[in-house]
């Protein structure tokens, strides 16, 4: 394992300072007050973000920062995948907006440049480069999420047009987005894997309706989008008809790559909290003033074991993430290592967000402007559910470690071979 820059990467690092330090504001490291500005709760807000992070891309494009991994010659740096992820790890330091265009620029852009035709390339990838469209992601359904392979959503070919009917689900930004990548069954004929197409779709197309989900935080993350005879043109086919399961294996892939980059609480900020609640983290029987306290309760001594749990596992992932890292390096192929990592990430939200909540005990209700935390903890606490299921549920990343790592027998899979048609469906 690698734990230092080598002289490429540190050269990187240091580029990618001086153009932030040029062009934002560094936060201080414990301070949490960006936790709460970067937690919208209306759909008026998430727009009006949008457009701060609209100027941001820009300002990233006008300096060679825009999409550091995209080749040269369409706007990228052509950086490999670990030399582009500095420049990530060094953003997250500073006050911008830099995640609104995550599913554009990290998923359907790099998806689009492995499969897409030479005028879909033409049409859409600047646009998207430059922050002027956005895009989502329409591969979840009500009965197709884990087993996406059973999607229902079908396309039936009419003329120089295919005609889109069925209905998607937790599509992140489809109330903000142009554009999607879609996935559909273009023939129930064939085993499930081998009868779906992609079809790049917009979003203002007449027949579609965006319905966003508030969610249990009051924020509106994802959409369910309903599809009633939806027509578009041949040319919105990507990758060729019947072969949309490659085009959603390579989407998924860079979406599993972009999961685990940003994090949502640093152990600054989980500090302050604990100092905030009275919990001594400094020395023992002091409290934050440095005056000797007169004996630790059990409520303290609780808090600190939470406490030393969380940076041990914040270390753990750090440790994880070199170990990814490595291996991009030596140009190793990642295996079940990310899903290790994935479940490593959403252990630590799930503890992290019971731990916020037990050190903040009643003030934990508050909520909103009546919390003196502008209800970023609970968030936190509310928002953990968010990487325990998307891009993969829990359970799933362990049985792919089980089968992959462990040698568990696989899960039987009776429907692989026998025609979409024929398959039981609720
Ligand atoms: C924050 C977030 C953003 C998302 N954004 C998008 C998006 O932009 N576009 C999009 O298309 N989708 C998106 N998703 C959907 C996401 O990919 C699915 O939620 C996920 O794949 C799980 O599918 P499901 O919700 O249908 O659950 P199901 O697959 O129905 O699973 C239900 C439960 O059964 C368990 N389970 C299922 N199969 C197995 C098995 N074989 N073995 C053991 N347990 C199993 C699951 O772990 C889960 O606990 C998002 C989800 C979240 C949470």
């Not at 019971?354 to 502008?374: I, Y």
Request: charged letters at 25%; hydrophobic letters at 40%.
């Amino acid at each position: 394992m690698d734990f230092d820059d080598t002289p490429e990467e540190a050269a990187i690092r240091l580029d990618a300072r001086r153009f932030l330090d040029a062009h934002a504001a560094r936060r201080p490291v414990d301070d949490s007050s960006h936790l709460a500005a970067h937690r919208p709760n209306t759909i008026e807000a998430d727009r009006r973000h949008r457009l701060e992070a609209a100027d941001w891309q820009q300002t990233k494009l006008a300096g060679g920062w825009g999409a550091p991994a995209w080749p040269v010659e369409q706007g990228g740096r052509g950086l490999g995948p670990h030399l582009a992820a500095i420049f990530a790890e060094e953003e997250r330091d500073y006050d911008v907006r830099a995640r609104y265009f995550q599913v554009g620029l990290e998923m359907v852009g790099p998806t689009l440049l492995a499969h897409g035709s030479a005028p879909q390339l033409e049409r859409f990838l600047q646009p998207l480069l430059r922050g002027d469209e956005m895009w989502c992601q329409l591969f979840s359904e009500p009965g197709a999420g884990s087993d996406l392979a059973g999607l229902a959503t079908r396309a039936v070919r009419d003329g120089d047009e295919y005609v889109i009917s069925g209905q998607k689900v937790w599509t992140t930004a489809a109330h903000l987005a142009e554009f999607g990548i879609l996935l559909a069954r273009t023939d129930p004929d064939v085993p499930k894997h081998r009868g779906i197409s992609a079809f790049l779709v917009d979003m203002s197309t007449q027949g579609i309706d965006v319905r966003p989900l508030r969610q249990i935080d009051g924020a509106v993350h994802f959409s369910e989008v309903f599809f009633d005879e939806v027509r578009v043109g041949a040319d919105a086919l990507v990758g060729g008809l019947n072969a949309g399961w490659g085009v959603a294996l390579t989407m998924l892939n860079f979406e599993r790559s972009a999961i685990g980059g940003g994090g949502m609480i640093e152990w600054p900020q989980i500090v302050n909290l604990a100092r905030d609640h009275g919990v001594v983290v400094s020395a023992v029987g002091r409290d934050r003033t440095g005056a000797p306290k007169s004996g630790a309760d059990a409520g303290v001594v609780t808090a600190r074991q939470d406490l030393a749990r969380l940076w041990s596992r914040l270390e753990i992932l750090r440790f994880l993430g070199y170990r990814v890292r490595t291996a991009i390096t030596r140009g190793e192929p990642l295996g079940p290592e990310s899903s290790v990592m994935k479940l490593a990430v959403s252990g630590f939200y799930e503890d992290v967000g019971n731990v916020l909540m037990s050190l903040q005990g009643a003030d934990g209700m508050l909520w909103g402007d009546a919390d003196p935390n502008g209800g970023v903890y609970t968030g936190i606490f509310l928002a953990q559910w968010a990487p325990r299921i998307g891009g993969g549920t829990d359970q799933v990343q362990r049985n792919i470690i089980g089968e992959r790592v462990l040698g568990l027998p696989p899960e039987a899979r009776p429907d692989k071979a026998a025609p979409f048609k024929d398959l039981p469906r609720s």
